[in-house]
């Protein structure tokens, strides 16, 4: 939903891209039983034909080992070059996200120079 508005919003984000960052943490075994193929596959295609953005990169951190399978089987359904841009870290290569991401840019709370979470969703309008 926030990248809704942002598209709504902000013009720049549509001409100059995005980049996403998609945390597991909160993700259990059995909300993996509800990720069915069909449902990859839509999200997939929501992503790449229906968002008017640039997917820039979609990053993945403290993802279980258990869901590089199903990362692995999206890059293929999204084609060689959107699927490069899909990087998933696992706990123990967190730091390399900071090639891809610089620290400037991420709240405190993944280890950036920017505010906490809490304070930044507070920035945004209702």
């Known amino acids: 939903m926030i990248t809704d508005i942002i598209l709504n ?7 100059q891209g995005q980049r996403f960052l998609v945390d ?27 968002y008017p953005c640039r997917l820039k990169g979609f990053y993945i951190i403290n993802m279980h080992p258990i869901f590089e399978s199903i990362i692995n089987v999206g890059k293929v359904i999204m084609g060689k070059k959107l ?7 696992s ?7 900071y090639d891809n991401i610089p ?13 906490t979470i809490e304070a930044l969703t507070g920035n945004i309008k209702p």
């Open 9 to 15: 919003e902000d013009d720049y984000c549509v001409i």
């Open 24 to 50: 597991f943490s909160a993700f259990n075994k059995n909300q993996l039983l509800r990720v069915t193929p069909t449902l990859c596959q839509k999200a997939i295609l929501c992503l790449k034909d229906v």
């Open 83 to 89: 699927g490069s841009r899909v990087v998933a870290y």
């Open 91 to 97: 706990k123990d290569n967190a730091q390399s996200l």
């Open 103 to 115: 620290k400037s840019a991420l709240p405190a709370d993944y280890g950036g120079e920017g505010e």
